[in-house]
């Protein structure tokens, strides 16, 4: 499952300024590639459609725009370790997110230049995805010089990260600095290269520096950047509002098909209340965020399924539990699906899937 070089490249030129990644090496190391088997989550061929209620198969304004259905989706997702979801209260962006002029923006900024290449944190094998988001600031006294951040697949919560260097830098030690020296960097050492990379390690005793909550409920990210990519700004309202539909359905116990597991529909199943819209305190949380890349690929998404989330008898553990997973060329026609299969019943979709990431940064490949 390597990566050549120039697919290295042509992916470095795709996700451009919107992703963080240091440097791509030339092949994904093996051992954090993981395809996936019946074993771990039940595979779904062909994509899901439902055209019953709204207006999910009408034509859409892509129709003109350029959108690769050619090259297979699966490994077209860059590996990452961690992914920054920032909240900016807003549904776009500049094309470089950094280049926003708004004070909040100083935390972009500050990361990419930590994480970033030649920045003081910058290693290959623990490459960080930043994006900016729809969601709100938690805080929202934006005097007091703070910003709100979501961290996957460590799904962590942070209402309140003062806007200083030394804060934003222990955020960066504290949560998003690898745990253990990867491979490729322990084999250096053992080699005695005379100019080893400095390694630099995660520091546990920082995390209580700042305000963080564990996340309990799955996210759906929506890559709406219209200031990148038109297609993008195109379909990603679109999808939000569908999910939305398709997400409060469920709380209102109409009917969507019955989800794998279950034997039953979700008409009277009270453990579906649990994915609900984004309004209530348990809902699945629906947003836009920047740049993922592969514009060509619109609509695209990422999933996350928090560690403890269970199937919707309650007891039963989510098979894709603390895990994002990527799916592209999405349409609102696939967004019942997407929800039935994938959110409530733990299930891929082939069709869709570009590619997934584990709690410990593995990459996930059918």
């Not at 050549?4 to 090496?25: N, T, Y």
């Not at 500050?110 to 623990?126: F, Q």
Request: glycine letters at 10%.
């Amino acid at each position: 499952m390597g990566l050549s070089s120039r697919s290295s490249q042509k992916w470095l030129r795709d996700v451009g300024h919107g992703r963080l990644l240091s440097r791509l090496s030339d092949s994904v190391p093996s051992s954090r590639v993981k395809k996936a088997s019946s074993s771990s989550f039940h595979v779904i061929q062909p994509a899901p459609s439902s055209c019953s209620r709204s207006t999910t198969c009408s034509p859409t304004p892509l129709e003109g725009l350029e959108i690769d259905y050619r090259l297979p989706l699966n490994g077209t997702m860059a590996p990452y370790a961690q992914h920054v979801v920032i909240c900016t209260g807003k549904r776009d962006w500049k094309s470089r997110i950094e280049d926003d002029e708004e004070a909040g923006n100083y935390f972009v900024r500050t990361l990419k230049g930590l994480l970033g290449r030649g920045g003081k944190y910058s290693d290959p094998y623990n490459n960080i995805l930043i994006t900016n988001s729809s969601f709100s600031r938690e805080d929202t006294e934006v005097e007091l010089g703070t910003a709100s951040a979501y961290l996957f697949p460590g799904f962590r919560r942070f209402p309140s990260i003062p806007m200083t260097p030394t804060a934003i830098e222990e955020f960066v030690q504290g949560f998003v600095l690898p745990e253990k020296a990867h491979a490729a960097h322990q084999q250096r050492i053992s080699k005695d290269d005379p100019s080893p990379a400095v390694v630099r390690l995660r520091q546990p005793q920082l995390r209580d520096r700042l305000s963080n909550h564990e996340i309990q409920t799955p996210f759906v990210l929506i890559c709406g950047h219209a200031g990148r990519d038109r297609r993008c700004g195109i379909m990603g309202p679109l999808l939000e509002a569908e999910f939305r539909r398709a997400l409060l359905l469920l709380e209102k116990n109409e009917d969507l098909p019955p989800s794998p597991g279950t034997g039953r529909s979700s008409e009277g199943n009270e453990a579906n209340s649990s994915i609900i819209h984004q309004t209530t305190s348990s809902s699945t949380q629906v947003g836009l965020i920047s740049h993922i890349g592969g514009h060509k690929f619109a609509g695209n998404l990422i999933i996350y399924i928090p560690p403890d989330h269970r199937l919707p008898d309650g007891t039963s553990p989510h098979p894709l539990s603390a895990k994002g997973i990527w799916y592209g060329r999405v349409q609102p026609k696939h967004v019942e699906g997407i929800v039935n299969e994938t959110i409530r019943g733990g299930g891929v979709i082939r069709e869709l899937f570009r590619g997934g990431v584990g709690r410990d940064g593995e990459v996930l490949r059918l």
